[in-house]
């Protein structure tokens, strides 16, 4: 079957930093031609570190296909959404569109706070590329399914978030293209209505259109699309194909990332000022653990060094996400209420945990470092953490490995006393 | 990113039925590819009918900023009509009465307020579209659409407000009792053109304000400077015979002159209006060429 996308050999440059990345005054062009006029004309802008967001990405999308796009931040994905979209320009390549695009790079976009839900369906279906009489025919349909029936002719300013953001969505859910091209904006709203929104774009799959669908959630990739991609720092790791390879694929670079020492690891973000050296996992009794169990008493230690000690009210947390789904929790020191007013120049933090009620898996843990509210180092996906299992409830007995999630500490009674008498009347 | 083959479809446009119903096997694929995507190539720099495509956008881009515009104002629309009704007495009180300036005829408050109603839209339109562009950065990051309806939906959304300050000078002319002649003709096509050049202008303005920010400090000094050359307070004839071919620079003198002429019913100076056509047509394709040129990096630089 001839493809319905084409793209051949695609990359995109940018420069970062430099005067032609950004806007600039007038003053700084003039000054800066005048100072280098040599480089300003061969060049435009010099001194601007380079940056090939896309570099020779090709692949072809057969009609009816659900693409995912799989790949870490900075990887290029939201770059490769802009072309096809046609938001950027590419730097060299080509790409060959056999059908009409909707691109939703967010919900909402145009939306105006001062006009009604009404009238920012109006505005935001044109926006997307819907016809008026579209809108007009689709409209009850949106109303309901965003839920906002009462409020139809009230400023969105006055939409509580949840209601916005369902609005928002309704509207772009009733696009019909031949190609949808798709970012993260499903991580919105609330859990029934992301399922919902999850729901309507396996019925845009269904009736044969063409997705592409950006994400980070491996869940959503895997249950809706049909094929995946891995692009790793613009370049395409893993070619468009079975969605569990590409998902494998993906899972083992975050785990090879993760094997990398951590202060040698160079896609970390903040100042710098206090720098992760290294992180460890121990037992309560203080020896280092390779693989960490459930139920275990586990300490959590984040090696650091510090240019200075003048660092004051450090704040430092691990997030946690499960490899198989989204966000599991949470570790910082400021939840817990012990604060670090200042700190020695090297040190470790140590984050205890008397029972780990992680479900065995893997789990991939991002850290960060900061001083009132300046972050200082930040590193994603820094480790990999395992869990095996462990007896949690010292009953030897734990949910069935399917049921994946968090243990809870539980105690059960039972208070029979009024059943019983109404079964005896 | 050039637009080949079946034009004829407008990208807003619903999708037709069977397309629809298709489950995949049955779509039928163009063989040519409806959109090109790549670079530099030598598209052609705007698309006419890809704007005609998004027609709709166009209108509801202006209806949204008609209808935003006065809200949460006390006064609302009253406003198109206030600015020009205020700087008319003014320069009433001080060029009419003080300064006694010879206003062909036509008593000055009207002869001023023909002048200002056209310069108001005029100047409006070149603020508004100036800033347009740099103001929908959320919407050029976002979604793609030919970016030219940004200007040109600013521009629109003021001649809403030029047409209300326009039934001002009408009820004015009653009052004082100035007749109209068949030449009032002649003004739509004025209209036109003040809209045609306010659009080159502001075009232009609204790509250099991607690029420099110095656009939105510069522009309401230019405006200021721009007034006082444009025969809104004076006329022409006010200026000797032998420098007269300078204002010929300024369309907006040209244009403003034609206005006045035509409502009164005096001598068209159809030299002036022709430089000033002339230099329409001049601005409008340099600015749409200069705005299709740094509409590819918009999206980058914003």
């Not at chain 1, 790409?95 to 706070?113: C, D, I, K, M, N």
């Not at chain 1, 002719?153 to 509580?160: E, F, G, I, L, M």
């Not at chain 1, 460890?280 to 230690?301: C, I, P, V």
Request: charged content about 15%; proline content about 4%; aromatic content about 10%.
């Amino acid at each position: 079957m001839r493809p319905i996308i084409r793209v051949e050999g695609l990359s995109k440059l940018y420069y970062l930093g430099g005067s032609g990345a950004a806007y600039s005054t007038l003053r700084e062009t003039l000054m800066e031609s005048l100072r280098k006029p040599v480089r300003y004309l061969r060049r435009g802008n010099s001194g601007s570190e380079k940056l090939w967001a896309l570099s020779d990405v090709s692949f072809e999308v057969t009609p009816g296909d659900v693409v995912g796009i799989i790949g870490r931040n900075g990887a290029g994905k939201s770059t490769l959404l802009k072309v096809l979209s046609r938001i950027v320009e590419p730097t060299s390549g080509r790409v060959e569109l056999y059908g009409r695009v909707a691109s939703l790079l967010e919900v909402g976009t145009g939306f105006h706070p001062e006009l009604t839900g009404r009238e920012n369906i109006y505005l935001n279906g044109s926006i997307l590329g819907m016809s008026r009489r579209e809108i007009e025919t689709k409209f009850d349909e949106i109303v309901a399914f965003a839920e906002v029936e009462k409020f139809i002719d009230t400023p969105v300013k006055r939409y509580s978030s949840g209601m916005y953001v369902r609005l928002a969505f309704a509207v772009a859910a009733h696009l019909e293209p031949e190609i949808l091209v798709v970012d993260e904006v499903l991580a919105v709203g609330d859990a029934a209505f992301q399922k919902k929104c999850l729901g309507r774009m396996r019925d845009v799959a269904s009736t044969g259109r063409t997705v592409i669908f950006v994400s980070h959630n491996m869940a959503a990739v895997s249950s809706l699309c049909t094929k995946a991609m891995v692009l790793w720092e613009g370049k395409v790791e893993y070619p468009l194909g079975s969605v569990e390879g590409a998902v494998q694929q993906y899972l083992s670079q975050v785990h090879q990332m993760t094997k990398t020492r951590l202060a040698e690891r160079t896609d970390r973000q903040g100042n710098g000022r206090v720098r992760i050296k290294d992180f460890a996992t121990f037992d309560g009794q203080g020896n280092e653990l390779e693989y960490l169990a459930t139920g275990q008493e586990t300490h959590f230690r984040i090696y650091y060094s510090s240019e200075d000690t003048g660092v004051q009210n450090v704040a430092v947390a691990i997030g946690i996400t499960s490899n198989s789904g989204g966000f599991v929790s949470m570790l910082s020191n400021q939840v817990a209420g012990d604060t670090f007013e200042s700190i020695a120049r090297d040190g470790y933090f140590t984050c205890k945990i008397k029972k780990l009620p992680l479900m065995p898996g893997n789990y991939t843990a991002g850290l960060i470092i900061r001083s009132n509210d300046v972050i200082l180092d930040w590193i994603q996906q820094a480790v990999t953490i395992v869990v095996e299992p462990g007896d949690f409830y010292g009953t030897g007995r734990m949910p069935p490995p399917t049921h994946s999630g968090v243990l809870l500490e539980q105690e059960w009674t039972l208070n029979g006393s009024r059943q019983t008498d109404a079964g005896k009347e | 990113m050039k637009q080949t083959a079946p034009q004829t479809i407008p990208v807003a446009s619903a999708i037709s039925a069977e397309n629809s119903q298709a489950s995949g096997t049955t779509l039928h694929l163009p063989d040519e590819p409806l959109v090109v995507i790549q670079a530099n190539n030598k598209w052609n720099l705007i698309s006419l009918s890809d704007i005609w495509a998004y027609r709709e956008l166009l209108f509801f881009l202006t209806w949204r900023d008609v209808k935003v515009r006065y809200k949460q104002t006390l006064l609302g629309a009253a406003w198109a009509i206030l600015q020009p009704l205020f700087m008319m007495i003014i320069f009433t009180i001080f060029f009419g009465r003080l300064a006694g300036v010879d206003s062909a005829g036509v008593p000055y408050p009207i002869f001023a307020l023909a002048g200002l109603v056209p310069w108001t839209f005029f100047s409006n339109t070149i603020t508004a579209s100036g800033n347009s562009l740099v103001g929908s950065a959320h919407l050029i990051t976002k979604v793609y659409f030919p970016r030219l309806i940004v200007p040109a939906a600013a521009m629109l959304a003021g001649l809403v407000d030029f047409v209300l300050a326009f039934g001002l000078l009408i009820v004015l002319m009653f009052y004082y009792r100035v007749p109209l002649t068949t030449q009032v003709l002649f003004l739509p096509a004025l209209v036109l053109l003040t809209a045609l050049f306010g659009l080159g202008v502001g075009t232009w303005m609204s790509a250099l304000n991607v690029k420099y920010r110095d656009v939105r400090f510069a522009l309401p000094f230019l405006i200021q400077l721009w007034l006082f050359v444009s025969s809104v307070i004076l006329p022409s004839s006010s200026v000797p015979a032998k420098w007269r071919w300078v204002l010929m620079f300024n369309p907006m003198s040209g244009i403003i002159e034609g206005y006045r002429a035509a409502l009164f019913g005096l001598p068209f100076d159809w030299p002036a209006l022709g430089v000033a056509t002339a230099l329409t047509i001049v601005m409008l394709f340099y600015s749409i060429y200069s705005f299709g040129k740094a509409e590819r990096t918009f999206a980058d630089i914003i």
